[in-house]
């Protein structure tokens, strides 16, 4: 299941959409960050295709991933150009796998990339 997580964050990074079947079950949830929800795969590959009409994901880097079963927790920092203005934050990623090691349901959430210490004392 780990390395179908790390295929999934590539497959952005190298605009290849031809791992989601292999990834993802045909009605599969998919919530992101800021709010959008898709439901099926379909909705899905329809989303990758139209980000990457106005997107480029520069960087989608893992930086720790927990497992607890079918369920995983996976902590990331994301940083593209879309619609010609650059972006990056960071975020956590929480995965379920079903008995078929297909993804069921991802839910996103986001951090700002900036932090800063309101009531660091020096």
Known sequence: MKNKIVTYFQAWVNNDISCMDQLFNDETYYSECYGPEYHGIDELKVWFKDWHQHGRVLEWKIKDMWQLGNK??????????????????????????????KIVSLKEFESKAQHYHPYSIK
């Open 72 to 101: 995983w927790m996976v902590e990331w920092h994301f940083e593209c150009i879309y619609e010609c203005k650059t972006d990056d934050f960071d975020g956590v990623s929480l995965i379920c796998f079903n008995d078929d090691n």
